[in-house]
Each structure stands twice: as C-alpha cells, then as structure tokens.
C-alpha cells in the first residue's frame, strides 16, 4: 500500500507561481512513476504530467507545456509540481499519483495509477 500525501495548493492570481509536492510512503518510490492530474469543476480529471521512476523521462499535458515542471528526489519520497504562469483555467484539484515498479515509462492513462492523493485545490483567480 502506498499513502500520497500532497501540499501546496492555494489562492494565486493570474501569472503566478506555486509549487505542489507529494510525499510518498513506499519504500521502493524510486521504482515508481508517477503523475499529476487535475479535475475542474464539472469535468473529468485530466493528465497534467508524468515523470519515470528514474526521473529521466517527464511527459506533459499541451496545455502546461512551457508552464510546469514535474521533478522528483527520490532521497525524500517526493515528486514537484512547479507551475509557473499560471492561468484561471488552471483552477482545479490536483492529484498525485503512483505507478507501482514502471522505472522506464511514465504513462499519461490514469488507468494505470494504481494509487492516489487526497487532492489539493489550485485556485487561481484572474
């Protein structure tokens, strides 16, 4: 079993920044991809970025390309969500979640996230 725990989130307005962390209670994280997706009131929750176990490999959403940054330290059991620019459409709950033993690939399905946060609220107003 596998506990995400994420922080961060916020009121900012429009072209700030904020960074989003979650920490991880598996002892094998560095085993683990993992990714932040996102669900806006009224809509399905969507990919915002992967990243490796390794760390070497990162995918993104189009719509954040440019903008964040997903990066993890393995010695902490954490994984970042640097979001910069940022825009009121932005404004949703974000989750982290874990791939169990993927080091290599890093998928943007969350059908393949066996483990999830509670979520945290990005709110961002114009």
């Known amino acids: 079993q596998v506990q995400l725990v994420e922080s961060g989130g916020g009121l900012v307005q429009a072209g700030a920044s904020l960074r989003l962390s979650c920490a991880a209670s598996?002892?094998?994280?560095?085993?683990?991809?993992m990714g932040w997706f996102r669900q806006a009131p009224g809509k399905e929750r969507d990919f915002v970025a992967a990243?490796?176990?390794?760390?070497?490999?990162?995918r993104y959403a189009d719509s954040v390309k440019g903008r964040f940054t997903i990066s993890r330290d393995n010695a902490k059991n954490t994984v970042y969500l640097q979001m910069n620019s940022l825009k009121p459409e932005d404004t949703a709950v974000y989750y982290c979640?874990?791939?169990?033993?993927?080091?290599?690939?890093?998928?943007?399905?969350?059908?393949?996230?066996?483990?999830w946060g509670q979520g945290i609220q990005v709110t961002v107003s114009s």
């Open positions: 979640a874990a791939d169990p033993g993927t080091y290599y690939y890093a998928s943007i399905s969350e059908k393949e996230y066996d483990y």
């Open positions: 598996a002892r094998t994280f560095s085993n683990d991809a």
């Open positions: 990243i490796t176990g390794s760390g070497r490999s990162t």
